[in-house]
């Protein structure tokens, strides 16, 4: 399959909310997707705000992963790079995008010096966790709790 990877930009608004939209309704947190273009813009413009990768065949987009340099590991001094967002249109799953999206994340996280790559993953999501496991993620919380405070 013959899929191309590019940095979105603020012309990709749209197709970004689409694309958080449909990751949204997939994890039943519909509700929760109230993202405008406006925010959209103001966070990707921000000096360590998000970055988007859009994943497409003939110029059409497949896909997007969102991410940003979300942290310090004190420990090592370096940033970690935090995957936010991995969406792959259905039709389009199991051609081996996703393993590509994460090949280009570690290339960026090494590329920036960073630490490691982190993300998360719901505990019922079984294909995700199947696909995690298969290139080489681990569950690295054992022992510790992600707690959170959420400000509505």
Known sequence: MNVSFRKGTDADGELIIGYLKKLAEYEKLSESC?????????????????????????????????????????????????????????????????GRFFAEAKSIAEETDCDRLEWKCLDWNEP????YNRIGGKITSEGWLTYTIELK
């Open 34 to 98: 109230n993202i405008t273009p406006e925010v959209l813009r103001k966070l990707m413009r921000e000096e360590n705000g998000l970055h988007v990768l859009i994943a497409e065949q003939n110029s059409e987009a497949v896909g997007i992963m969102t991410y940003y340099f979300y942290k310090i590991a004190t420990f090592s001094g370096k940033h970690v790079l935090y995957i936010e967002d991995v969406f792959i249109d259905e039709k389009y799953r199991g051609n081996g995008i996703g």
């Open 128 to 131: 995700a966790k199947g696909f």
